[in-house]
């Protein structure tokens, strides 16, 4: 029975270090250094052709889940469905609005001269299994980030690529992803903001 426990351990330890993965945030065009002297920023979030885990289609990720859920307990599903969408609102940008001003010391201001889009474009829920014993893996996202006038969005000034953005794995409860998910924003708010400014 200890060899079976050791071994289990053993292998938990082991995905948890292949699921450490660096955050990767880089410049791929432009020079986003022009908000430097800026006082305040306007911040927007776009969540089109998201995949998410294994899934190419958002849509069909939260179809799949929403079905499962649904069949396993009626109107689960369907409030999941809900509360996956809301955690956009609800979590995620909260979460990263909070971070990069905080690190940044800009203010958020729809009247800035500048627009930073957000746009998500891969979404990793994580899970654990067993308290992490069994296996974990940590949320994760992909985003790439437009710098335009606010005035004349077709001016853009800088696009940013956000790779591997951590989240958390704490929470072996799926239909609560969302908790997970909203450390990828956060970290990706304070590690931005620092990029750039």
Do not use: C, H
């Not at 089109?48 to 599903?77: L, M, Q």
């Not at 940008?93 to 474009?121: D, G, H, Q, R, W």
């Not at 969005?153 to 989240?167: D, L, Q």
Request: glycine share 6%; proline share 3%; net charge positive.
């Amino acid at each position: 029975m200890k060899k079976i426990i050791k071994a289990v351990g053993f292998l938990a330890l082991t995905v948890s270090f292949l699921n450490v993965t660096a955050q990767k945030i880089k410049a791929t065009m432009g020079d986003p250094s022009v908000l430097k002297n800026e006082t305040n920023i306007n911040i927007e979030f776009t969540y089109e052709n998201v995949s998410v885990g294994k899934f190419a289609d958002e849509n069909d990720y939260i179809k799949k889940k929403r079905d499962d859920y649904n069949a396993k307990t009626p109107g689960r599903g369907n409030k999941w469905a809900n509360d996956w969408i809301a955690d956009r609102n609800n979590r995620y940008e909260p979460k990263f609005i909070e971070l990069f001003t905080i690190n940044s010391k800009k203010t958020v201001s729809k009247k800035a001269k500048y627009t930073l889009i957000f746009k998500t474009k891969s979404i990793e829920p994580g899970f654990s299994v067993a308290g992490g014993w069994v296996a974990t893996k940590n949320a994760s996202i992909d985003a790439e980030v437009w710098i335009v006038e606010t005035a004349k969005r077709s001016n853009k000034i800088a696009v940013i690529t956000v790779n591997n953005a951590p989240g958390g794995s704490w929470t072996e409860d799926e239909s609560v992803a969302g908790v997970r998910i909203s450390e990828s924003f956060a970290i990706s708010g304070k590690k931005l903001a620092k990029f750039i400014y």
